[in-house]
């Protein structure tokens, strides 16, 4: 593996699983791996598991972990080819990313998108910037499209709490939230659950709210969450915005939020979300508050997916 910027960088998912599982057992198996080497952590946007989730793993693997909040403490960053940088840029992403290369050994990287403009984000244009100019191996920590090491930690999961011989049934169900968010989670939960193919996978949501298909090949797809969430084993609960007018909130209709209720025609169905989650906006209190509620142990899995996909960078540059 060169990066881990989405489920195409695997080579093999259901190994990368088992190391990341391997982890959780035995956290410091490969304590000496990253000695004398650090990781460079750049948040262009808030944080708390992701941040603090990749400073525990790669402290797990012997390896120093910098975290800089470039969006807030750093200087505004240019990413336009041939810009003049007459305006409110002050250092370009091809001088920047280098130095970078040079003081770390594995850079990460989190860039939301703008939501203002599908073409400009769907380009992934930060993140691929730094992948040209750095030099070195780049993680998504969240970019414009994906959240790749939330998947990783989702199918984790998933993989840990089901038991049984056959494919579970997983649905991603759409939820109501106060302000249009990013698909980031969504595309990638959907991109790993189909490169997976584990699962029979399901999405449903409120008419607007498609997917770009790039990441849904291979799910159902329905406007009915009533017959989705039938006989589902996990359903996995998340806003976005529209990508068909794209960064729109086109629905404020709050029976789309998951309930009790609605979980009795489940197979007692687990429930995810990758957090932060506003409370009886996207999901109830008692949902949360119930042993459906996978969200916890969901979130910890945050750091055995992080050190897996550390761990297999390092392991690539060995020589
Ligand atoms: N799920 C997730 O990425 O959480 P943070 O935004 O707190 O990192």
Redesign the pocket.
């Known amino acids: 593996m060169k990066h881990f910027l989405s489920v195409t960088d695997v080579i093999d998912i259901p190994a990368l699983v088992a190391k990341a599982r391997a982890y959780k057992n035995d956290p410091f198996r490969d304590k000496s791996l990253g000695s004398g080497k650090r990781i460079g952590c750049l948040f262009l946007n808030?944080?708390?598991?992701?941040?603090l989730s990749t400073q525990v793993a790669a402290q797990n693997l012997g390896l120093e972990a910098i975290v800089f909040n470039v969006g807030a403490e750093g200087w505004a960053l240019e990413f336009g080819d041939g810009a003049i940088m007459n305006g409110t840029t002050v250092e370009h992403v091809k001088d920047a990313a280098p130095i970078l290369g040079l003081y770390f050994d594995i850079l990460a990287i989190r860039t939301f998108p703008s939501l203002k403009d599908r073409e400009e984000d769907y380009s992934e244009r930060y993140i691929s910037q730094f992948v040209k100019y750095a030099g070195i191996p780049v993680i998504s920590l969240?970019s414009a499209t994906l959240?790749p090491l939330?998947s990783l930690a989702d199918l984790v999961t998933i993989t840990e709490t089901f038991a049984e011989i056959r494919k579970p049934k997983v649905v991603l169900s759409w939820a109501p939230h106060v302000k249009p968010l990013p698909q980031c989670v969504a595309n990638s939960f959907a991109e790993w659950m189909c490169a997976w193919g584990g699962a029979d996978f399901v999405i449903t949501h409120p008419e607007g709210y498609a997917l770009n298909e790039r990441f849904t090949r291979g799910a159902t797809i329905t406007h009915n969450q009533d017959a989705a969430l039938t006989d589902a084993d996990f359903v996995y609960v998340k806003n976005w915005s529209s990508y068909e007018q794209y960064g729109q909130l086109l629905c404020d209709d709050q029976s789309w939020m998951l309930t009790l209720g609605k979980l009795k025609a489940t197979r007692n169905a687990r429930v995810m979300h990758?957090?932060?989650v506003r409370r009886n906006v996207e999901l109830s209190d008692e949902v949360l508050d119930s042993a459906h509620s996978l969200v916890t142990q969901e979130?910890g899995n945050?750091v055995w997916a992080a050190q897996a996909v550390i761990s297999e960078l390092l392991q690539s540059r060995q020589p």
């Open positions: 808030p944080s708390l598991r992701t941040r969240e959240h939330q990758c957090l932060p979130a945050r």
